[in-house]
């Protein structure tokens, strides 16, 4: 069964207000005092994409060699994500390859996926399913 997202599998990109009004708001979320010493969003986090289980890809924007990167987030497991792509442009690139080449897309998931047009949507598919 295919997953419905756009770029890349299991998410879909917001349009720029949205990513600036969820940012706002996991902002004030992780504020509340009772969450204090938590790891959780952080400030210098900028979302992009977001999945319909909750986790948001991210653009890191803190200084230092992860700038720019592309990392995956979890509400449920709020502790900061893992690096998936060194940028926007990486991830756009491996999702390229996947859909005009062929190429398995295996990041973030681990799992090697495939695009497929399927009545107007784009959806990912388990190479081995």
Request: with cysteine; charged share 20%; hydrophobic share 45%.
């Amino acid at each position: 069964m295919g997953h419905r997202a756009v770029l890349p599998p299991l998410h879909n990109l917001m349009p720029v207000m949205d990513m600036l009004s969820s940012r706002k708001m996991l902002q004030k979320v992780w504020a509340d005092p009772r969450l204090a010493g938590l790891p959780g969003w952080l400030d210098v986090y900028l979302p992009i994409a977001e999945a319909a289980d909750g986790g948001v890809l991210y653009v890191d924007l803190a200084g230092g060699p992860a700038y720019g990167s592309v990392c995956e987030w979890w509400s449920e497991e709020p502790e900061p994500g893992r690096r998936c792509w060194g940028g926007v442009g990486a991830m756009l690139d491996d999702v390229a390859a996947a859909m005009v080449d062929r190429r398995p897309l295996t990041r973030p998931y681990g799992r090697p996926l495939l695009p497929e047009l399927d009545v107007g949507y784009l959806r990912w598919f388990d190479v081995y399913d």
